[in-house]
């Protein structure tokens, strides 16, 4: 049974103020209901006023997507009820959406090129916010600090295959948003997800208000099992609207699906319609992530794995070209794999990490003063520290402080009989053939050395010393 996902992403345009008033958009560490006004509180009488800033993001977004922008938009009035919604209507784009007709390059799980088709992105006004009250109360309290917050609607074809797919697409749309300059990934709430999938045949099924990426891929996920299940047994899958219950990795039932008669639509008699498509093409855009993954594989000579990671976030692009210069492949290995790797284990972003510290690591590991092993061992100490709020030490202080540098072939035929006359039964095991037997005879001087030897060079050593007689 073929699975087909649709998206509709909402996402939080980073401006300064609102999307029809002057209301700071700037309020995640204040109080409740501090950032609202009459406007945005929908009292009779208020009148709104369309954010500019917003309108030039939406274009920005639809000429990066190849999109057609109409030569007349319009805003409507989309009605219902809701307690976060003080208007009992939400103030949308319709009929008459900003743009039309666009394209997301993407993988698909075979790993080929794929089109995902953009049918349209509008914008609109984000309602209020719930806030349930813990311990079983029969209330909830509305914060409306977020009422008002511009949203862009990216509404996409039925074109995803699978979870995995829909996941890969979301990731790509980030990464255009983030290079653009018109969202802040890492803001909480700043991108939610209305996930629509079927089985083919089947009725569809819409996710609501996923706020992660990796919960869209375990809602999907889910909901094929549930609806496979529901076929195998012989009964229907209801045309509904279900809920993402994060903590168990489940979908609920909320209510039957709304049809768009249910909504009522009719043109906001308070907003003029819009007609800014003579205004695109004087938009700059800046390098977008195919173009600058095209270009690092060409100027640096990288891998496309590791251009596709380096390009996959603009401050990760931007660090990776500040510390590029003396040798973009060691740099690439080691930005994409080992930093980026103990970034995650940390929590940590790559904002955190001096760039001329990394620079002085990687002329260490140029020259051969350390080997692979000790630079991760110093790379962990500087993270360590910065994650603390302490200085980060130049990697060669730690390595001097510590005595890390390589090993010279002295200690290495000082550390090599001792680790060999101590484990006798090993060296006749790899007498015997046995290929195990000398990578635990390099382990145990690797140990000795505290990583400051090579391990390629010490399993020749080890193995000669050995085949000549020395034992």
């Given at each position: 049974?073929?699975?087909?996902?649709?998206?509709?992403?909402?996402?939080?345009?980073?401006?300064?103020?609102?999307?029809?008033?002057?209301?700071?958009?700037?309020?995640?560490?204040?109080?409740?209901?501090?950032?609202?006004?009459?406007?945005?509180?929908?009292?009779?009488?208020?009148?709104?006023?369309?954010?500019?800033?917003?309108?030039?993001?939406?274009?920005?977004?639809?000429?990066?997507?190849?999109?057609?922008?109409?030569?007349?938009?319009?805003?409507?009035?989309?009605?219902?009820?809701?307690?976060?919604?003080?208007?009992?209507?939400?103030?949308?784009?319709?009929?008459?959406?900003?743009?039309?007709?666009?394209?997301?390059?993407?993988?698909?799980?075979?790993?080929?090129?794929?089109?995902?088709?953009?049918?349209?992105?509008?914008?609109?006004?984000?309602?209020?916010?719930?806030?349930?009250?813990?311990?079983?109360?029969?209330?909830?309290?509305?914060?409306?600090?977020?009422?008002?917050?511009?949203?862009?609607?990216?509404?996409?074809?039925?074109?995803?295959r699978?979870?995995?797919?829909?996941?890969?697409f979301?990731?790509?749309?980030?990464t255009?948003?983030?290079?653009?300059?018109?969202?802040?990934?890492?803001?909480?709430?700043g991108?939610?997800?209305?996930?629509n999938?079927?089985?083919?045949?089947?009725?569809?099924?819409?996710?609501?208000?996923?706020?992660?990426?990796?919960?869209?891929?375990?809602?999907?996920?889910?909901?094929?099992?549930?609806?496979?299940?529901?076929?195998?047994?012989?009964?229907?899958?209801?045309r509904?609207?279900?809920?993402?219950?994060?903590?168990?990795?489940?979908?609920?039932?909320?209510?039957?699906?709304?049809?768009?008669?249910?909504?009522?639509?009719?043109?906001?008699?308070?907003?003029?319609?819009?007609?800014?498509?003579?205004?695109?093409?004087?938009?700059?855009?800046?390098?977008?992530?195919?173009?600058?993954?095209?270009?690092?594989?060409?100027?640096?000579?990288?891998?496309?794995?590791?251009?596709?990671?380096l390009?996959?976030?603009?401050?990760?692009?931007?660090?990776?070209?500040?510390?590029?210069?003396?040798?973009?492949?060691?740099?690439?290995?080691?930005?994409?794999?080992?930093?980026?790797?103990e970034?995650?284990?940390?929590?940590?972003?790559?904002?955190?990490?001096?760039?001329?510290?990394?620079?002085?690591?990687?002329?260490?590991?140029?020259?051969?003063?350390?080997?692979?092993?000790?630079?991760?061992?110093?790379?962990?100490?500087?993270?360590?520290?910065?994650?603390?709020?302490?200085?980060?030490?130049?990697?060669?202080?730690?390595?001097?402080?510590?005595?890390?540098?390589?090993?010279?072939?002295?200690?290495?035929?000082?550390?090599?009989?001792?680790?060999?006359?101590?484990?006798?039964?090993?060296?006749?095991?790899?007498?015997?053939?046995?290929?195990?037997?000398?990578?635990?005879l390099?382990?145990?001087?690797?140990?000795?050395?505290?990583?400051?030897?090579?391990?390629?060079e010490?399993?020749?050593?080890?193995?000669?010393?050995?085949?000549?007689?020395?034992?």
């Amino acid at each position: 049974m073929k699975t087909i996902v649709g998206l509709e992403i909402h996402v939080q345009l980073s401006t300064a103020t609102k999307l029809f008033c002057g209301c700071s958009t700037d309020y995640r560490d204040d109080e409740p209901n501090t950032h609202c006004c009459p406007v945005c509180l929908g009292l009779p009488g208020a009148l709104p006023r369309l954010n500019r800033r917003a309108v030039d993001y939406g274009l920005k977004v639809a000429k990066a997507l190849d999109m057609k922008v109409l030569e007349e938009s319009e805003f409507a009035r989309k009605n219902y009820f809701y307690p976060d919604l003080p208007k009992a209507y939400q103030i949308t784009q319709y009929d008459k959406p900003l743009a039309v007709e666009g394209t997301v390059e993407i993988e698909d799980d075979e790993g080929h090129e794929k089109i995902v088709r953009i049918t349209r992105v509008h914008l609109e006004e984000d309602p209020g916010r719930l806030v349930h009250v813990a311990g079983g109360s029969k209330y909830s309290l509305v914060d409306y600090n977020r009422s008002g917050i511009p949203l862009l609607e990216i509404v996409t074809e039925p074109d995803m295959r699978s979870p995995q797919e829909a996941r890969r697409f979301l990731n790509k749309l980030r990464t255009v948003l983030e290079y653009l300059g018109v969202f802040d990934g890492e803001r909480e709430g700043g991108l939610r997800v209305d996930a629509n999938i079927s089985l083919e045949g089947s009725e569809r099924v819409e996710v609501k208000n996923i706020s992660s990426y990796k919960g869209v891929e375990k809602a999907l996920t889910f909901e094929v099992t549930r609806q496979k299940n529901l076929l195998r047994r012989g009964q229907k899958v209801t045309r509904e609207t279900r809920h993402f219950m994060e903590g168990r990795g489940i979908t609920t039932s909320s209510r039957s699906k709304e049809e768009e008669h249910d909504y009522r639509y009719f043109p906001e008699p308070d907003l003029r319609p819009l007609r800014v498509a003579d205004r695109v093409a004087a938009i700059d855009l800046p390098e977008l992530p195919t173009a600058r993954k095209n270009r690092f594989m060409a100027q640096y000579g990288i891998s496309l794995n590791h251009a596709r990671t380096l390009t996959g976030d603009p401050k990760l692009a931007d660090f990776y070209e500040r510390v590029a210069s003396a040798d973009p492949v060691l740099a690439a290995t080691w930005v994409a794999d080992t930093l980026l790797g103990e970034l995650n284990y940390r929590d940590m972003g790559i904002a955190a990490v001096p760039a001329e510290r990394i620079v002085e690591l990687l002329a260490l590991l140029r020259t051969e003063t350390i080997t692979d092993t000790v630079g991760v061992q110093v790379l962990r100490e500087m993270l360590d520290a910065c994650a603390a709020g302490k200085p980060c030490e130049p990697p060669a202080v730690i390595v001097e402080r510590e005595g890390l540098a390589r090993a010279t072939g002295d200690e290495f035929a000082q550390v090599v009989e001792k680790v060999v006359a101590a484990n006798p039964q090993a060296v006749e095991d790899y007498r015997a053939g046995k290929k195990g037997a000398l990578n635990f005879l390099v382990g145990q001087v690797m140990k000795e050395t505290r990583g400051r030897a090579d391990p390629r060079e010490l399993g020749k050593i080890v193995s000669g010393y050995i085949d000549t007689g020395g034992v």
